[in-house]
């Protein structure tokens, strides 16, 4: 009887476990965001879902919001992707510029950006930036992300119950993709 029953227990939860561990190590994974850094666009403590298999299938893309894991800090940031490979990044005017042209950025609040560069980011690399920016460690401080850094997009928000919704590239939070 209790052979049995130890065995159920094992061929229920074993694969269960399994499953888990697979998706969070491939699929989709929770986190939260930590600090202000993000701000307005999200908010610290805010829950998201991080979806890791769109970046198997394409690049990231300008707007993307992404947690990268960078060594010299100790938990994986959440960052706005803002330069793409080959692209020249600079800062002045208070404004960002990517090769040249003024970079439209609807979601941030009004601050005062340090100029900075200009930087060219090499192959293999993106420019990421908090939407915070006086608040923000990121490019402009560790320089641009290897690819192989980026632990995957953060693609959907859960919580609070108020912020439940797909997060888009404008900064907006929705429930369509």
Do not use: C
Request: charge should be negative.
């Amino acid at each position: 009887m209790l052979y049995g029953f130890l065995t159920e227990i094992v061929d229920t939860i074993l694969p269960a476990l399994v499953i888990a561990v697979l998706i969070n190590l491939f699929v989709a994974q929770g986190t939260y965001v930590h600090g202000q850094s993000m701000e307005p666009s999200l908010h610290t403590d805010q829950r998201l879902i991080v979806e890791k298999v769109s970046y198997w299938l394409r690049a990231p893309r300008r707007g993307d919001i992404v947690v990268v894991r960078v060594p010299e800090y100790e938990i994986p940031l959440i960052k706005r992707v803002i330069g793409l490979p080959g692209e020249t990044i600079r800062i002045y005017e208070g404004r960002v510029w990517v090769d040249g042209l003024p970079l439209d950025e609807e979601y941030l609040a009004d601050i005062v950006q340090r100029d900075y560069g200009p930087l060219t980011v090499p192959e293999g690399h993106v420019f990421v930036m908090g939407d915070n920016r006086n608040q923000s460690n990121d490019s402009r401080f560790f320089g641009p992300v290897d690819l192989d850094q980026i632990e995957g997009r953060a693609w959907l928000s859960y919580w609070p119950p108020q912020e439940f919704g797909f997060l888009h590239s404008d900064g907006t939070v929705g429930l369509l993709p």
